[in-house]
Protein backbone atom coordinates (compact mmCIF):
# COMPACT_ATOMS: atom_id res chain seq x y z
CA UNK A 1 0.00 0.00 0.00
CA UNK A 2 1.42 3.60 -1.21
CA UNK A 3 0.58 6.34 1.02
CA UNK A 4 0.37 9.97 -0.28
CA UNK A 5 0.48 13.23 1.29
CA UNK A 6 0.08 16.78 -0.19
CA UNK A 7 1.08 20.11 1.51
CA UNK A 8 1.87 23.71 -0.34
CA UNK A 9 -1.21 24.73 -0.92
CA UNK A 10 -2.84 28.22 -0.09
CA UNK A 11 -4.65 31.24 -1.19
CA UNK A 12 -2.23 33.60 -3.41
CA UNK A 13 -3.14 36.42 -5.79
CA UNK A 14 -3.33 36.02 -9.18
CA UNK A 15 0.59 36.16 -10.82
CA UNK A 16 1.58 34.66 -7.83
CA UNK A 17 3.43 31.76 -7.36
CA UNK A 18 2.78 28.36 -4.94
CA UNK A 19 4.93 24.77 -4.80
CA UNK A 20 3.18 21.75 -3.69
CA UNK A 21 4.87 18.89 -2.15
CA UNK A 22 3.81 15.40 -2.22
CA UNK A 23 5.64 13.04 -0.04
CA UNK A 24 5.39 9.22 -0.71
CA UNK A 25 5.65 6.63 1.86
CA UNK A 26 8.34 4.62 -0.60
CA UNK A 27 11.56 4.59 0.34
CA UNK A 28 13.94 6.31 -2.78
CA UNK A 29 11.06 7.17 -4.17
CA UNK A 30 7.55 5.96 -5.69
CA UNK A 31 8.92 4.14 -8.92
CA UNK A 32 5.23 3.59 -10.90
CA UNK A 33 3.70 6.47 -12.55
CA UNK A 34 2.94 9.48 -10.51
CA UNK A 35 0.81 12.19 -11.58
CA UNK A 36 -0.67 15.64 -10.16
CA UNK A 37 -4.71 16.25 -10.46
CA UNK A 38 -6.47 18.89 -9.73
CA UNK A 39 -10.45 18.96 -8.86
CA UNK A 40 -12.74 22.87 -8.95
CA UNK A 41 -16.20 22.77 -7.54
CA UNK A 42 -18.76 21.06 -9.84
CA UNK A 43 -16.21 19.69 -11.77
CA UNK A 44 -14.70 15.88 -11.94
CA UNK A 45 -10.83 15.61 -11.15
CA UNK A 46 -8.44 16.36 -14.30
CA UNK A 47 -5.11 15.84 -14.69
CA UNK A 48 -2.13 18.58 -15.14
CA UNK A 49 0.90 17.09 -15.03
CA UNK A 50 2.14 13.32 -14.99
CA UNK A 51 5.66 11.71 -14.80
CA UNK A 52 5.72 7.83 -16.04
CA UNK A 53 8.09 5.53 -14.60
CA UNK A 54 11.65 6.34 -15.08
CA UNK A 55 11.34 9.72 -16.51
CA UNK A 56 12.62 12.79 -15.50
CA UNK A 57 10.53 15.53 -17.55
CA UNK A 58 6.86 15.66 -17.15
CA UNK A 59 4.21 16.18 -19.61
CA UNK A 60 1.35 18.81 -18.59
CA UNK A 61 -2.31 19.88 -19.92
CA UNK A 62 -2.23 22.29 -22.12
CA UNK A 63 -3.76 24.69 -19.48
CA UNK A 64 -1.00 24.62 -17.30
CA UNK A 65 1.93 24.22 -19.87
CA UNK A 66 4.83 26.95 -19.34
CA UNK A 67 3.42 27.81 -15.87
CA UNK A 68 3.79 24.38 -13.91
CA UNK A 69 6.75 22.20 -13.28
CA UNK A 70 6.80 18.96 -11.49
CA UNK A 71 9.69 17.48 -10.12
CA UNK A 72 10.65 14.73 -8.30
CA UNK A 73 13.59 14.21 -5.21
CA UNK A 74 14.01 10.40 -4.84
CA UNK A 75 16.11 11.35 -1.47
CA UNK A 76 13.32 12.76 -0.18
CA UNK A 77 10.30 10.21 -1.36
CA UNK A 78 8.92 13.47 -2.63
CA UNK A 79 7.37 15.09 -5.79
CA UNK A 80 6.61 18.85 -6.09
CA UNK A 81 4.20 20.99 -8.51
CA UNK A 82 5.88 23.87 -9.49
CA UNK A 83 3.00 26.62 -9.74
CA UNK A 84 3.95 29.97 -11.42
CA UNK A 85 1.60 32.44 -12.77
CA UNK A 86 -1.03 31.24 -11.34
CA UNK A 87 -4.78 32.73 -12.66
CA UNK A 88 -8.00 32.31 -10.68
CA UNK A 89 -9.26 29.34 -12.99
CA UNK A 90 -6.20 27.27 -11.12
CA UNK A 91 -8.54 27.05 -8.20
CA UNK A 92 -8.75 23.89 -6.95
CA UNK A 93 -8.28 20.93 -4.91
CA UNK A 94 -4.81 19.23 -5.68
CA UNK A 95 -3.83 15.71 -5.49
CA UNK A 96 -1.01 13.58 -5.92
CA UNK A 97 -1.94 10.30 -7.31
CA UNK A 98 0.15 7.09 -7.98
CA UNK A 99 -0.64 4.46 -9.88
CA UNK A 100 0.89 0.77 -10.49
CA UNK A 101 1.28 0.14 -13.85
CA UNK A 102 3.86 1.50 -16.09
CA UNK A 103 1.30 3.27 -19.04
CA UNK A 104 0.36 6.59 -17.29
CA UNK A 105 -3.61 6.93 -18.18
CA UNK A 106 -5.54 10.34 -18.05
CA UNK A 107 -8.60 9.25 -16.17
CA UNK A 108 -8.41 9.23 -12.81
CA UNK A 109 -10.13 6.18 -12.68
CA UNK A 110 -6.87 4.40 -13.37
CA UNK A 111 -4.64 6.01 -10.49
CA UNK A 112 -4.97 3.79 -7.04
CA UNK A 113 -3.06 5.61 -4.85
CA UNK A 114 -4.47 9.37 -3.49
CA UNK A 115 -3.35 11.72 -1.12
CA UNK A 116 -5.87 13.60 0.80
CA UNK A 117 -5.40 16.96 -1.28
CA UNK A 118 -4.39 20.46 -1.04
CA UNK A 119 -6.67 23.43 -1.63
CA UNK A 120 -5.02 26.13 -3.71
CA UNK A 121 -7.44 29.75 -4.24
CA UNK A 122 -6.11 32.04 -6.60
CA UNK A 123 -8.14 35.55 -6.25
CA UNK A 124 -8.23 38.23 -8.55
Known amino acids: QVQLGESGGGSVLAGGSLRLTCKTS????????IAWFRQAPGNGRRRVAV????????TYADSVDGRFTMSRDNSENSVFLQMNSLKPEDTAMYYC?????????????????WGQGTQVTVSS
Open 51 to 58: MPPGAIYA
Open 97 to 113: AANRGAYCAESPTTYQY
Open 26 to 33: VDNGYRGC
